[in-house]
């Protein structure tokens, strides 16, 4: 009978739809299934039997293994069950922003042994850490932090030798700082660890000196609001590389130790309110300090001393009750970036004098209860709010200055609209700064030491918003906007603010995207201005995924046609069948279609070189396209050549201009190679380094495309060739700019990057004249991308001569200090103006030879570049010598490593008198007009195309 038939056919589809092979690992698929049923709200995609195969949000796998598990904000409930252990290739674990997430963390966790990323922030996890977290041996990020974790630190942790950031802040932890003993490890071992986050916790006992040694790396060390007792252990001035030190709110007691001032890096450094007690530390050597804060301690009755006035990179001083007197010296106030100075409840007397005050940063003067008699104001100071409340000046009857009552301004900061108008919207959705009705992504930014302190300036969060929407567009997100609001201080002078992010094409994310989003903040994936400092994002729990409502349903929707199907006869089969046709019709024509798109399809048919190219960011360009952006590679289009081929210049349909490398037949490289290159080369994002737009493999060609550098290469203009003018003060900031983008590729490019040829013909400079690292044909991926580990690769002696490291050139032993030795002659290139090879004479040798540091310049007044300008001091000159002959030591070993060259030279510009953080892309307004009328060459008339204003410091790069 045709209806037993139909029902048989039903079975055998059903049975077709069951038996299809499973992509997805046993395990892997049994243990999400456990995770799965113990969890409330996981995405509506959890279905079926194949989490690989039918790509669960929040899920990745390599193969048929889930290496990843992201998913943040989802409002996952439930507890972590020890199925978890099942997932043996797991890589990445991200559960943050989940505060129904309770219960403790099982042991089996010890288990994941190939987990690098352990993030679970502001869930509500409680209970122990287990100690078998310090047997996750490939661990590099571990955050719990804003927890209810209670109990000890693990000693355990001290065998992540991986681990780069360890955040344990914000939970309930008690016991000492465990330190390693003869049989047990601590955290001292942790020498390759950058970060050290625990804060807000009840830590007790001596901060253990043996925790810091002179051969750590940590640039933060965050123990506030503790309950440490005993004195600063006199090891911390061993850290050499820290940055950020907050040891506020404890109940440390004794002298601060005198060598915390070797810490030369340190630039936000928080002791207030602890039980310290005098002679106050004599800080003179850290010069790079921004904001200082020794409130609330008993330092014993002192002269305000004169050395702050030496701080120049300073913006903070907070010295609340700490005993000062005397008059505060004028020449503080003189201190260029200064915003802030409360020094509230001192005994400070005589006249407050801030008539050589610098205007555009000051902001606010508290000296509330202090015995200042007298107040002399300098004109024009009205946006400095100065507070004498309490002190003589204000007692006497009658006086009405406004110095004398406290007036409250807060910031009430919000994103402005981007040239539109605000859209009234329904359903709680929101309108966006482009004025698009949405449901953005919530959640707090907290800042743990920025290292500014006026919150009325606006252009900090215009800052912070670029450099957060290039990170999302850099990982291209789903984000439209964002929006920033309400910046202040909490209660533990963090500095926080709401931030919303709207999705991009629609008005809703959906599971995957706030997964990445989440991921990208808790992860610390975005790395936010250096101005900034440490952050924690505290997400919320997301509530409007799009799609939610069809989706929930599905299993039994599909069910319940198959049901009715077979009670009700062949019409609803056939329509069934028929359906099923056409989704797979459908599906072929979708993958036709996205074959069509998919810009690496050549990749895909020629396995030989290994399938597609793992691309951040880089573009597929077609030989068409490429052709028509620079009119048919004319002529005129050609700003250069060399072995390879040549250079074009082209303009995109957005205008934006790009130099196009066009690679000639002959010297094409295989095509494994060319995709290695491009691989490498889109991972690079540093703003001293020339970034790739795209490529094209497309008809035989092998193409580059780059950002174009307008005005070309260092090598031209020390030649004279472009007409700009290098004196000594820019040619200290290309040098500096080239380093840093140097030290970027061999520190924090992921896998690290040995350029392999260096020279100025390979730093470009912008329109601002900012350096930027070029031309990476001969770059090697250097070892291993999990630790960041640079190794020594043996390789075929590549490079250019005057430029070659002697010693790889004997050993072909490539390390970075390689490059190191290129940079060391650039820098002699930038003090000669002469090629590193000129009429039979090496600059290296010239240099040395001719050098006498007794004599004025070193004696080598003749052999400098005469465009330098010889008639100003070349301030900073000796030092510059100095470190170009260490980078061109015959030993690689005795040269420093960029990231020593880049403080060098940044201590030079300080020397000079200016500020090494200032981003030239703040550049006054005088220069942009003058590149906008074109009325004149912005190089050659300006008095300085580098007219530094100092707000702020480059933005810290983004390593992926
Ligand atoms: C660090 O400081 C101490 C004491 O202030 C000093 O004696 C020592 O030389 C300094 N060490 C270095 C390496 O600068
Ligand atoms: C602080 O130290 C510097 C050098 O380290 C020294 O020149 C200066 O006199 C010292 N200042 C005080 C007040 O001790
Ligand atoms: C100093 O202590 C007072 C009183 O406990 C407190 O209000 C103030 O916030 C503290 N100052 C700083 C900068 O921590
Ligand atoms: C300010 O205080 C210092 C120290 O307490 C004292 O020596 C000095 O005479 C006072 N000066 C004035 C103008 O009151």
Redesign the pocket.
């Known amino acids: 009978m045709g209806s037993r038939i139909l029902v048989f056919l039903v079975v055998a589809l059903i049975q077709v739809c069951t038996t299809t092979p499973a992509v997805t690992n046993n395990d892997d698929f049994n243990a999400l299934k456990a995770l799965k049923d113990v969890w409330d709200n996981v995405p509506p995609t959890w279905v079926g039997a194949d989490p690989c195969g039918s790509r669960w949000d929040g899920i990745v796998c390599t193969n048929s293994r889930v290496t990843s598990i992201t998913l943040a904000s989802m409002g996952l409930k439930g507890t972590l069950s020890g199925d978890i252990s099942l997932l043996s290739e797991l890589q990445i674990l991200d559960l943050s922003y989940n505060t129904e997430l309770t219960g403790s963390l099982p042991l089996a966790i010890g288990d994941l042994k190939k987990l690098t990323n352990l993030i679970l922030v502001r869930c509500r996890f409680s209970g122990p850490i287990p100690d078998a977290i310090g047997s996750l041996s490939q661990l590099t990020d571990l955050s719990l932090n804003s927890n209810r974790f209670s109990g000890s630190i693990p000693p355990s942790l001290g065998n992540l030798d991986k681990l780069f950031w360890l955040d344990l802040a914000d939970n309930m932890l008690t016991g000492t700082i465990p330190v390693s003993t003869g049989t047990t490890p601590g955290l001292d071992l942790l020498v390759h660890t950058k970060h050290f986050h625990l804060g807000f916790n009840q830590l007790t006992g001596q901060i253990p000196p043996k925790l810091f040694s002179s051969g750590m790396n940590l640039i933060h060390v965050l123990l506030e609001s503790n309950k440490l007792t005993g004195s600063i252990p006199s090891t911390l001035g061993l850290v050499k590389s820290l940055e950020v030190v907050r040891l506020d709110n404890n109940s440390l007691t004794g002298p601060v130790p005198s060598n915390i001032n070797n810490l030369t890096s340190v630039s936000e450094m928080f002791l207030s309110n602890n039980g310290l007690t005098g002679p106050l530390p004599n800080l003179t050597g850290m010069d790079h300090l921004t904001y200082l804060d020794m409130s609330n301690n008993t330092f014993g009755a002192t002269d305000f001393p004169p050395w702050f006035s030496t701080l120049q990179s300073l913006t903070t001083l907070v010295m609340e009750k700490t005993q000062l007197?005397?008059?505060i010296p004028s020449d503080f106030f003189s201190l260029s970036n200064l915003q802030t100075l409360d020094a509230r409840n001192n005994?400070f007397?005589?006249t407050l004098d801030i008539r050589t005050s610098s205007i555009n940063q000051l902001s606010l003067i508290d000296l509330r209860e202090n015995q200042i008699s007298a107040f002399t104001e300098r004109p024009g100071i009205e946006k400095v709010g100065v507070i004498l409340v309490d002190n003589p000046v204000c007692q006497e009857t009658g006086v009405t200055e406004s110095y004398c009552s406290v007036s409250q301004n807060e910031s009430s900061y919000s994103t402005p609209l981007n040239n539109c108008v605000a859209s009234s919207c329904f359903a709680n959705q929101i309108s966006s700064p482009n004025c698009k009705c949405a449901f953005p992504y919530t959640g707090l930014l907290q800042f743990r030491a920025p290292s500014f302190s006026n919150l009325g300036n606006d252009t900090y969060y215009t800052v912070l918003e670029q450099s957060l929407m290039n990170s999302f567009k850099f990982h291209q997100l789903p984000v439209d906007s964002v929006n920033l609001s309400h910046p202040r201080k909490d209660s533990s002078t963090y500095l926080v603010m709401n931030l919303q992010v709207f999705p991009f094409g629609q008005d809703r994310f959906n599971w995957t995207g706030i997964s990445r989003i989440g991921f990208a903040l808790s992860n610390q994936i975005f790395k936010p201005p250096s101005q900034f400092g440490p952050f924690v994002f505290h997400g919320d729990t997301y509530l409007n995924f799009a799609g939610k409502e069809v989706t929930g349903s599905n299993k039994s929707s599909n069910t319940g046609v198959i049901i009715g199907a077979v009670a009700g006869g062949s019409v609803l089969l056939l329509l069934l069948l028929g359906a099923g046709l056409y989704a797979h019709r459908q599906k072929k024509r979708a993958e036709k279609a996205t074959e069509q798109n998919n810009p690496f399809a050549q990749w895909e048919s020629n396995k030989s070189i290994g399938g597609v190219p793992q691309l951040k960011g880089a573009r597929n360009f077609s030989f068409e396209e490429l052709r028509k952006y620079s009119n048919n590679f004319s002529e005129t289009n050609d700003i250069g050549s060399g072995g390879y081929g040549n250079v074009y210049r082209g303009v995109l349909p957005t205008g934006e201009l790009i130099a196009i490398k066009r690679a000639q037949q002959g010297s094409m490289q295989g095509g494994l190679e060319f995709k290695t290159e491009i691989e490498l080369l889109s991972r690079v994002h540093h703003k001293n380094v020339v970034s790739l737009i795209g490529f094209c493999f497309d008809r035989g060609e092998q193409m580059l495309v780059y950002e174009f550098v307008p005005n070309g290469s260092l090598m031209e203009s020390l030649s004279g060739k472009t007409g700009i003018r290098l004196d000594w003060v820019r040619r200290l900031k290309v040098a500096l700019g080239a380093a840093r983008g140097l030290a970027y590729l061999h520190e924090l490019a992921n896998p690290p990057i040995i350029h392999r040829d260096i020279k100025s013909s390979n730093i470009l400079l912008d329109e601002r004249l900012n350096a930027k690292v070029a031309d990476f044909g001969l770059s090697k991926p250097m070892g291993d991308s999990e630790t960041g580990h640079l190794t020594h690769v043996t390789t075929q002696v590549k490079g250019t001569m005057g430029y070659m490291d002697p010693e790889y050139y004997m050993t072909q032993q490539l390390t970075e200090k390689s490059d190191v030795y290129s940079f060391g002659v650039v820098m002699l290139e930038l003090l000669t103006g002469k090629r590193p090879i000129e009429k039979g004479k090496y600059v290296v040798r010239e240099v040395k030879t001719a050098l006498d540091r007794a004599k004025y310049l070193y004696n080598l007044g003749e052999l400098l570049d005469s465009s330098i300008g010889l008639d100003t001091t070349l301030k900073g000159l000796d030092k510059f010598v100095d470190v170009a002959l260490k980078c061109v030591e015959e030993n690689g070993s005795d040269r420093p490593t960029m990231g020593e060259v880049v403080k060098e030279i940044e201590n030079i510009l300080h020397l000079a008198g200016l500020n090494p953080n200032a981003d030239s892309a703040s550049t006054s307004a005088s220069y942009d007009d003058a590149s906008k009328g074109n009325a004149k060459h912005p190089y050659i008339f300006s008095k300085d195309a580098f007219d530094y204003s100092g707000d702020f410091p480059a933005s810290k790069v983004e390593p992926l």
């Open positions: 007197q005397g008059q005994k007397n005589g």
